[in-house]
């Protein structure tokens, strides 16, 4: 086997090995990319007219980085990286883009270089979706909203249930479930004028979507306060999507009393997708809280209360 071919078929082992060391739930993600190396045809490096390539994935990456600089270095030094693509099962002279967006772009808005290196695979949209999350995990770890935004955006496409992207983004459904919720709550167009904010994790998050429901706040100002912090912040000196995000809280702290979150002992209670209130643990114990303007509601559940802790409790039990 000639020393080149032997670079080609190692190329996405590389990747799937670039995590190494990592936890064990970043190594479900490994096995992916191996098997996305697997499917390509004869491991053969193709060059592709850009136009080929359609791009209809949904966006895993909420502040992609400017492609000036990439451009640039594919017209200096050549594309080092191939993309990878799977055949259009609807149109054999088209592919799908499986990763590698920003050399897509790169290229394609390039007056120097006119075609992109891919390797093909034959893989379904589950393996591509796989190839996909696991390609960008290899890289850099997806920030909590953008797997949110990641999950919302596979509902909504009828791509599987909560179970099968929680499969994916190596999650339980539990937290596909309350992700789901904090972007219903906080709403896509404020975590989009926020950006990713690495570092701001669930709780934080959880808190701001609270926070926006109770203080009633016009989402169009809030917007409007987030893009013009991002835009106003040296990303040399700070992470501006995340300066967006405290921003946001400031704000909203001057209406309300923001839930204080960072010792992780309290979780958001929902109706409907609606916070109604919290559980709050306690040095001694758990405190419930609840609000709503259904007295009807509140006596019910103040007559039911006891009932529903002993049943909670021999469900405990049960559990062992």
Request: glycine share 6%.
């Amino acid at each position: 086997m000639s020393d080149s071919k032997k670079r080609r078929m190692s190329m996405l082992d590389n990747l799937a090995q670039g995590a190494a060391g990592a936890p064990p739930s970043m190594m479900s993600n490994n096995r992916a990319l191996r098997s996305a190396r697997d499917a390509v045809d004869g491991h053969r490096i193709w060059e592709l007219d850009p136009d080929q390539i359609i791009d209809d994935r949904a966006a895993d990456r909420m502040d992609p980085q400017d492609v000036a600089d990439l451009r640039a270095s594919i017209e200096a030094v050549g594309q080092t990286v191939p993309i990878l693509v799977r055949r259009d099962p609807s149109d054999p002279e088209r592919y799908l883009l499986v990763y590698g967006r920003r050399r897509l772009e790169a290229v394609r808005g390039s007056d120097h270089v006119t075609k992109i290196r891919a390797m093909i695979a034959s893989m379904d949209d589950s393996a591509a979706i796989r190839a996909q999350a696991s390609e960008n995990t290899a890289r850099r770890e997806l920030s909590f909203i953008e797997r949110a935004m990641f999950a919302r955006q596979l509902i909504e496409s009828g791509f599987g249930s909560q179970a099968q992207i929680a499969d994916i983004l190596n999650v339980t459904k539990s937290a596909i479930s309350m992700a789901l919720t904090i972007v219903r709550n906080v709403g896509p167009d404020l975590a989009l004028a926020i950006g990713p904010a690495h570092g701001t994790g669930r709780p934080r998050w959880e808190a701001l979507a609270t926070a926006l429901a109770e203080a009633g706040a016009d989402r169009r100002e809030l917007v409007e306060l987030a893009a013009k912090v991002r835009a106003q912040t040296d990303p040399d000196v700070a992470d501006p999507s995340v300066a967006a995000f405290d921003a946001v809280t400031r704000r909203l702290r001057k209406m309300t009393t923001l839930p204080r979150t960072a010792s992780g002992n309290s979780s958001t209670l929902t109706i409907n997708g609606r916070p109604v209130g919290k559980v709050v643990r306690t040095k001694t114990g758990v405190r419930l809280e609840i609000r709503t303007e259904d007295m009807k509601f509140a006596e019910w559940l103040q007559s039911e209360a006891a009932g529903a802790i002993e049943e909670l409790h021999a469900r405990w039990q049960k559990r062992g």
